[in-house]
């Protein structure tokens, strides 16, 4: 193994904090920043298309209104139907608690279709069946934004690799070690360490503590808050045992010591790398955004309307099917099913792809003769 096969991640998602009266401050987010620039640099990518094909670029705002509504509430009211309808149902006051997670990317496709056919029902020369195409062209672009924001907020995070590549996500981790209340001031993480293992998937990790200054462990106080208490958050937290291995049957591995008046502790842990299933996702969808901009610029005239549009959802939705495979599960209930959610959600979104396809080339074949 050598030391670039795996990264430990465990980026901030806050960029900066606004300060507020009151001694409050408001946080900006990576994902909310990526999800912004998803509509923005598609917006701009709209306005192209618009004025290549004769359309009023006016019209491109309210397009674009549709559209961000669409998303927000498709993919919120997907989450909350698909995946725990039950609990939304009996609690539908939650659903609208938006900020406490939660969004579908399929019931985000859903909200668009239905938003595109209202927006459509407005506009004299633009058919539902043109709209689509143009959105299409876009959809993966703000998909390649949105989980890029997944990445930066650790989360949708994929399976073990069962090897030394992979990502080991560390952030949850950290946040679990400073809310502690044990006078930690900073967590660090970097490869390498004392922990050694034999098993595939398993890599030597540090976990560096910086206690706040003033604090003194004795040997046996580091004994007890270290070697008992920290070792149990390694068997018991899934924001520590989903991400690192600790043997049960083992002491934990750590050293204490202090640099400049200032008191330390390096446990030595192994790593779990995982798929970075979000970077996965964010790649292909780049991908199938350049391939479509390529036949809008260069083959556009040759095809009926819907083609892209169609092309899109048969490549996109494939995509998708197969990185669920090396996604966690979002919900209990889909360990028992031989297909997971995202990839029985994603196979009507295929079919809908294939139909609109022959359609497609029908109509332009009949237009040909």
Same mark, same amino acid.
């Given at each position: 193994?050598? $030391?670039?096969?795996?990264?430990?991640?465990?980026?901030d998602?806050?960029?900066?904090?606004?300060p507020?009266?009151?001694?409050?401050?408001h946080p900006?987010?990576w994902?909310?920043?990526l !999800?912004a620039? &998803? !509509?923005?640099?598609?917006? %701009?990518?709209m306005?192209w298309?618009f004025r290549?094909?004769g /359309?009023?670029? /006016?019209?491109?705002? %309210?397009l674009? $209104?549709? $559209?961000?509504?669409?998303?927000?509430?498709?993919?919120?009211?997907?989450?909350?139907?698909?995946y725990?309808?039950? #609990?939304?149902?009996?609690?539908?006051?939650?659903?609208?608690? @938006?900020?406490?997670?939660g969004l579908?990317? #399929?019931?985000g496709?859903?909200g @668009?279709?239905?938003?595109?056919?209202?927006y459509?029902?407005?506009?004299a020369d633009?058919?539902? *069946?043109?709209v689509?195409?143009?959105?299409g062209l876009?959809?993966?672009?703000?998909?390649?934004?949105?989980r890029?924001?997944?990445f930066?907020?650790? =989360? @949708?995070? &994929?399976?073990?690799?069962?090897?030394?590549?992979?990502?080991v !996500?560390?952030?949850?981790?950290?946040?679990?070690?400073?809310?502690?209340?044990?006078?930690?001031?900073?967590v660090n993480?970097s490869? &390498?360490g004392?922990?050694?293992?034999?098993?595939?998937?398993?890599?030597s990790?540090?976990?560096?503590?910086?206690f706040e200054?003033?604090?003194?462990l004795? =040997?046996q106080e580091?004994a007890?808050f270290?070697?008992?208490?920290i070792k149990s958050?390694f068997?018991?937290?899934?924001a520590?045992?989903?991400?690192?291995y600790?043997?049960?049957n %083992?002491?934990?591995?750590? /050293?204490?010591?202090?640099?400049?008046g200032?008191?330390?502790?390096d446990?030595?842990?192994l790593?779990?790398p995982?798929?970075?299933a979000?970077l996965?996702?964010?790649?292909?969808?780049?991908? @199938?955004?350049?391939?479509?901009l390529?036949?809008?610029? #260069?083959?556009?005239?040759?095809?009926a309307d &819907?083609f *892209?549009?169609?092309?899109?959802?048969?490549?996109?939705?494939?995509a998708?099917f197969?990185?669920?495979?090396?996604k966690?599960?979002?919900?209990? !209930?889909?360990?028992?099913l031989?297909?997971?959610?995202g990839?029985?959600?994603?196979?009507?979104?295929?079919? *809908?792809?294939?139909?609109?396809?022959?359609i497609?080339?029908?109509?332009?074949?009949?237009?040909?003769?």
């Amino acid at each position: 193994m050598t $030391m670039l096969n795996f990264i430990i991640w465990s980026a901030d998602p806050t960029i900066f904090r606004i300060p507020l009266p009151g001694g409050n401050e408001h946080p900006i987010v990576w994902y909310g920043l990526l !999800f912004a620039l &998803g !509509f923005i640099v598609s917006q %701009q990518f709209m306005l192209w298309f618009f004025r290549a094909e004769g /359309k009023n670029v /006016k019209d491109v705002d %309210q397009l674009t $209104m549709y $559209m961000v509504v669409a998303v927000i509430v498709g993919a919120r009211l997907g989450h909350c139907l698909f995946y725990n309808p039950s #609990h939304y149902l009996a609690n539908p006051l939650e659903i609208l608690k @938006i900020w406490e997670g939660g969004l579908a990317s #399929h019931g985000g496709a859903i909200g @668009i279709l239905v938003a595109l056919y209202l927006y459509s029902r407005k506009k004299a020369d633009q058919s539902y *069946i043109w709209v689509l195409d143009k959105v299409g062209l876009v959809v993966c672009l703000v998909g390649l934004f949105i989980r890029f924001g997944n990445f930066m907020n650790s =989360e @949708i995070i &994929g399976l073990p690799t069962g090897s030394d590549y992979g990502i080991v !996500f560390a952030r949850n981790a950290e946040e679990l070690f400073l809310d502690a209340k044990r006078g930690i001031e900073e967590v660090n993480f970097s490869k &390498g360490g004392e922990a050694k293992s034999d098993i595939p998937g398993h890599v030597s990790v540090t976990i560096q503590l910086k206690f706040e200054k003033g604090t003194d462990l004795t =040997e046996q106080e580091a004994a007890s808050f270290i070697g008992m208490n920290i070792k149990s958050a390694f068997m018991r937290y899934p924001a520590l045992s989903e991400h690192f291995y600790q043997d049960a049957n %083992q002491p934990l591995n750590y /050293k204490l010591y202090k640099e400049r008046g200032i008191q330390y502790a390096d446990i030595y842990a192994l790593g779990i790398p995982r798929h970075p299933a979000q970077l996965y996702e964010s790649v292909y969808c780049l991908f @199938i955004f350049l391939f479509l901009l390529h036949i809008w610029y #260069h083959h556009r005239h040759r095809f009926a309307d &819907g083609f *892209i549009f169609s092309v899109m959802m048969i490549v996109l939705w494939s995509a998708r099917f197969v990185d669920e495979m090396f996604k966690e599960n979002q919900e209990a !209930f889909e360990d028992s099913l031989a297909l997971n959610m995202g990839q029985m959600l994603s196979i009507p979104m295929i079919a *809908i792809g294939v139909i609109m396809l022959i359609i497609t080339l029908k109509k332009g074949k009949s237009q040909v003769e």
